[in-house]
């Protein structure tokens, strides 16, 4: 069985460490851990991992993000991956930073990236997991604040987040997609996480009480 995983961003490294390529660096980290390396091919840079009789086809398109679709559509059919075993990856500014949520289908929700892709496919019955990013702009500053740099707070909390999406990717080609929706959807308050964070580092260093 072959799942496409497709992170969605931007190429180039001005774009890193934005919001808005939390597609990439889930992709990255994954591929990190799993010590696998992608290569660059048509539309996209491409990993493959196998894991538990399934390989994982791993995609970052190089298409930028309004163009998403054209990277996702060629390589569905170049690896011969049936719709249903696709998962899309990307940030959302309606859910609270850190929030996850795995649907099967949906709208856009005002995503350039996924609504290339419902446009270049014809249909908006794919799974996608949404990672929250929080809506912390002002009116009219929305484009600059998905393109902005993860501040402070943010940079402490995502190694665990990312830890738990490469989680869900496993369990979505592995249990299917509704078991993996009730594991992983959760609700994510970032400041007590945070709170949980300090303490445990306190206690490994032995600085508390």
């Given at each position: ?6 992170g ?16 990439f ?6 591929a990190?851990?799993?010590?696998i390396?992608f290569?660059?091919?048509?539309y ?16 970052k ?16 059919k ?8 696709l998962?899309?990856i ?12 795995i ?8 995503h ?16 996608r997991l949404r ?7 002002s ?7 998905v393109?902005?740099n ?13 830890k738990?999406i ?20 959760d609700k994510?308050?970032?400041?007590t ?13 032995g600085?508390?009480?």
């Amino acid at each position: 069985m072959k799942y496409l995983i497709v992170g969605l961003g931007n190429p180039g490294v001005e774009y890193s460490e934005t919001r808005h390529n939390i597609g990439f660096k889930v992709l990255d980290a994954f591929a990190e851990a799993s010590d696998i390396f992608f290569e660059h091919l048509r539309y996209a840079d491409i990993a493959k991992l196998k894991y538990k009789g399934r390989v994982f086809v791993l995609a970052k398109p190089m298409t930028y993000m309004n163009l998403s679709g054209k990277a996702v559509d060629y390589w569905l059919k170049k690896e011969n991956v049936p719709v249903e075993n696709l998962l899309i990856i990307v940030d959302d500014l309606a859910l609270p930073f850190g929030t996850i949520r795995i649907k099967d289908s949906g709208g856009a929700g005002g995503h350039n990236g996924l609504n290339d892709i419902i446009n270049i496919l014809g249909h908006q019955n794919f799974n996608r997991l949404r990672f929250g990013i929080g809506a912390g702009y002002s009116k009219g500053k929305q484009v600059d604040y998905v393109l902005e740099n993860w501040n402070e707070k943010e940079i402490k909390l995502l190694p665990e987040r990312l830890k738990k999406i490469a989680g869900a990717v496993k369990n979505f080609g592995t249990i299917g997609i509704e078991r993996t929706m009730n594991l992983f959807n959760d609700k994510y308050n970032a400041e007590t996480e945070l709170l949980k964070l300090q303490n445990k580092n306190s206690d490994a260093d032995g600085t508390s009480g």
